[in-house]
Nanobody
Framework: QVQLVESGGGLVQAGGSLRLSCAASRGTLRLYAMAWFRQAPGKERDFLATISWSGHSTYYAGSVKGRFTISRDNAKNTMYLQMNSLKPEDTAVYYC?????????????????WGQGTQVTVSS
């Protein structure tokens, strides 16, 4: 059983940057493809980016490609999302997920484990 904990969210001005972290409070992440999703108020949860277990392969949603970078450090049992050039429309709760199946695993149903989410608010 894997338990995921996100951190690093907060309030930032448009054009700013944040780095989110996703750590395992229990279990190991190094075996799993992992991903970031987000959910804005009143909207569905959207896929953002995924990374293979080794970190050698990544895949991004078009809405964040070039602005967001997913990475992982298996030695630290942690995954990251570097978010640059943030926009007000990036405001959402951000979730990490683990144990993605297939490639690229870009939908909710392809993941087994989920964190509780961290709020990101981008002011204009």
């Amino acid at each position: 059983q894997v338990q995921l904990v996100e951190s690093g969210g907060g309030l930032v001005q448009a054009g700013g940057s944040l780095r989110l972290s996703c750590a395992a409070s229990r279990g190991t992440l190094r075996l799993y493809a992992m991903a970031w999703f987000r959910q804005a108020p009143g909207k569905e949860r959207d896929f953002l980016a995924t990374i293979s277990w080794s970190g050698h392969s990544t895949y991004y949603a078009g809405s964040v490609k070039g602005r967001f970078t997913i990475s992982r450090d298996n030695a630290k049992n942690t995954m990251y999302l570097q978010m640059n050039s943030l926009k007000p429309e990036d405001t959402a709760v951000y979730y990490c997920a683990a144990d993605g199946r297939g490639w690229p695993p870009d939908s909710e149903g392809e993941y087994t484990y989920w964190g509780q989410g961290t709020q990101v608010t981008v002011s204009s």
